[in-house]
């Protein structure tokens, strides 16, 4: 898939889950007034689509956000084969859970700074779970996007992101990020993460 175009749709039949093999993938929603609500951005080695399972359709939309390069998987045929396998079973148990996780970041009242930096480590710890560096990073995502996710203004982000800098926490140069001082950034994002 190329920048731009879309995996799938809000209300497409559910018959596959798919795992990142390139690229980012960011799934979003529309709300009645056609405003975008982004809900995530998925990774190399990530898996979408699992929150399809229980409508049988999926419930929001999937858009590449560069090259994207998948690998699909038919859920039936994997339910299945789960059913056989526990090992399995447990995997998809875990990427359930994960999914779930996710949905901390927005939840309480938490501060720009706390969110952003939340947000930040995050992709930091899923980066280096995929075997790329946690703390230099292109960020896929337009700042719009962050800040659409994260429930905050453009502005709010890039002030927050210019304090960062600024602290000496990141670096930033246009969509290349440095984290320059993990320990405190995973300071800041502890109340949201809980670890």
């Known amino acids: 898939f190329h920048e731009g175009e879309h995996l799938f749709r809000e209300g497409d039949d559910f018959t596959a889950i798919a795992?990142?093999?390139?690229?980012?993938?960011?799934?979003?929603?529309?709300?009645?007034?056609g405003n975008?609500?982004?809900?995530?951005?998925?990774?190399?080695?990530?898996?979408?689509?699992?929150?399809?399972?229980?409508?049988?359709r999926y419930p929001c939309n999937a858009v590449a956000l560069d090259t994207v390069m998948l690998c699909r998987f038919s859920f039936p045929k994997m339910a299945l084969l789960a059913s056989r396998l526990p090992g399995l079973q447990a995997q998809l148990f875990r990427l359930l859970?994960?999914?779930?996780?996710?949905?901390?970041?927005?939840?309480?009242?938490?501060?720009?700074?706390?969110r952003l930096?939340?947000?930040?480590?995050?992709?930091?710890r899923r980066y280096e779970q995929r075997g790329?560096?946690?703390?230099?990073f292109h960020l896929t995502m337009a700042r719009t996007?962050?800040?659409?996710?994260l429930r905050l203004a453009p502005e709010t982000i890039s002030r927050v992101l210019r304090r960062f800098q600024d602290e000496g926490l990141v670096q930033?140069?246009?969509?290349?990020?440095?984290i320059r001082d993990l320990p405190r950034l995973q300071d800041l994002a502890r109340v949201v993460l809980r670890n």
């Open 145 to 149: 996007d962050m800040a659409n996710y």
């Open 172 to 178: 930033v140069d246009r969509r290349e990020l440095e």
């Open 132 to 136: 790329f560096s946690p703390t230099r």
């Open 97 to 114: 859970s994960q999914d779930i996780g996710k949905a901390a970041l927005l939840a309480g009242d938490y501060s720009s700074a706390e």
């Open 36 to 56: 975008e609500q982004v809900l995530g951005f998925f990774l190399p080695g990530e898996v979408i689509g699992l929150n399809a399972i229980s409508q049988a």
């Open 19 to 33: 795992a990142v093999r390139a690229g980012t993938v960011k799934t979003y929603v529309l709300d009645p007034a």
């Open 117 to 124: 930096a939340a947000f930040l480590v995050s992709l930091s």
